[in-house]
């Protein structure tokens, strides 16, 4: 005896095929938290836009700078569009809210930041924007929390000790010929940064590359341009030339913020920490007022730090804008150590010779 069985009439309609925009949208939604989440947590691509770190990084070069060494930063400003920075592409709207912020946490990384490090931060001295969406810049690190930093005739010391100098380190020299010298002349010598002076020429190069150019029979002198001890340079950090009379070639001593660390508030060191009080250690209400520290209304003689700081400077020491000018770099405004060169793009270049294939996945020391 057969029996059958009747199927009874699904309910259920099939689910409805997606569109190819609907398919492309949904990849394109994917692609982008997925680099949005590699870019916070792992590596991210920047470029070198000046000459501050010649010879050791060009302009032009592209990097990849691990967030791994260090441990990656949670977003101090949640509300901002992917894959952007300060404004929207190609124009000058803020590509962020600051209506929400939040404190900001690093994750564990793998390494501390050592000495010589080449280090990309947010630029503290910047005021109009979040500390987490401050403007990159990249230095290397020459001065570590708890360090008694200072230099003497442009050698850099640490607690009174001269440290290496980096092998591509730069300075600025005065060639007093009364030859013109051609671009080829300089090509020729890898000099990208000189620029004509009364007889002769200035030019930022290496003290080895300064020697050769010492020997050339028509180039009469090549003079050191060194700041002296005791000539005053207003615009170095702190800023206050009636008490520490400083230039960028001789500096300090001058001591390194460390967490934990105390220090005393008197007329002399509120110059050097009034900022880092009142900016970056996220006081509320630390104000100072008539040379005094004030914090929620009352005078601090006495203070403790809350983070670790960096001191960084360029490699070519007479082009830089570095902490000789602006002062410590904050622990949380550092993003991540430069590892190594994806592409170099020579601004200057022809057709044949605009990518300098020669630094293409190099290693940065």
Same mark, same amino acid.
């Given at each position: 005896?057969? =029996? ?106 793998? *390494? #501390? ?46 607690? @009174?000790? !001269?440290?290496? @100098? ?52 028509? =180039? ?32 300090? !001593? ?28 996220? @006081?509320?209400?630390?104000?100072? *007022? ?30 830089? #804008? ?7 770099? !904050? ?15 020579? !601004? ?18």
């Amino acid at each position: 005896m057969r =029996i059958f069985f009747r199927n009874k009439k699904s309910n259920h309609k099939p689910a409805p095929t997606k569109s190819i925009i609907r398919e492309w949208g949904d990849a394109l939604m994917f692609a982008v938290v997925a680099a949005t989440l590699i870019r916070w947590a792992t590596f991210e691509a920047y470029a070198i836009p000046s000459s501050s770190m010649e010879k050791s990084l060009l302009t032009g070069d592209y990097l990849f700078v691990s967030k791994l060494h260090y441990g990656s930063r949670t977003p101090a400003t949640p509300l901002q569009v992917p894959l952007t920075h300060q404004t929207l592409w190609g124009t000058e709207l803020p590509s962020y809210s600051d209506l929400i912020t939040l404190p900001s946490f690093r994750l564990p990384g793998f *390494s #501390e930041i050592k000495r010589n490090d080449a280090v990309v931060f947010n630029l503290p001295s910047e005021d109009q924007h979040p500390f987490d969406l401050k403007t990159h810049y990249i230095k290397r690190c020459v001065g570590l929390a708890g360090d008694s930093f200072s230099i003497k005739n442009a050698q850099i010391y640490i607690n @009174n000790q !001269p440290i290496s @100098n980096p092998e591509k380190e730069q300075f600025q020299y005065y060639l007093v010929t009364d030859m013109a010298l051609n671009e080829e002349f300089f090509a020729d010598r890898d000099i990208t940064d000189y620029f004509s002076a009364p007889n002769g020429y200035a030019v930022h190069t290496s003290p080895a590359k300064a020697k050769e150019l010492a020997s050339l029979d028509f =180039i009469k002198e090549v003079r050191f341009l060194l700041s002296p001890a005791g000539e005053v340079e207003a615009d170095v950090f702190p800023q206050a030339p009636t008490i520490y009379q400083w230039n960028k070639d001789n500096y300090g !001593p001058l001591f390194i913020p460390k967490k934990g660390t105390t220090v005393t508030i008197s007329p002399t060191t509120l110059p050097l920490y009034a900022r880092v009080i009142t900016k970056y250690e996220h @006081n509320k209400d630390a104000e100072v *007022s008539n040379g005094k520290l004030f914090i929620q209304g009352k005078e601090t003689k006495l203070y403790t730090f809350q983070q670790n700081y960096y001191f960084m400077m360029g490699d070519n020491r007479h082009n830089s #804008e570095d902490s000789r000018y602006w002062g410590f770099v !904050p622990e949380d405004h550092v993003v991540g150590k430069a590892v190594f060169v994806w592409m170099s793009v020579d !601004p200057k270049g022809g057709l044949t010779d605009k990518i300098r294939w020669n630094r293409i996945f190099t290693t940065i020391d």
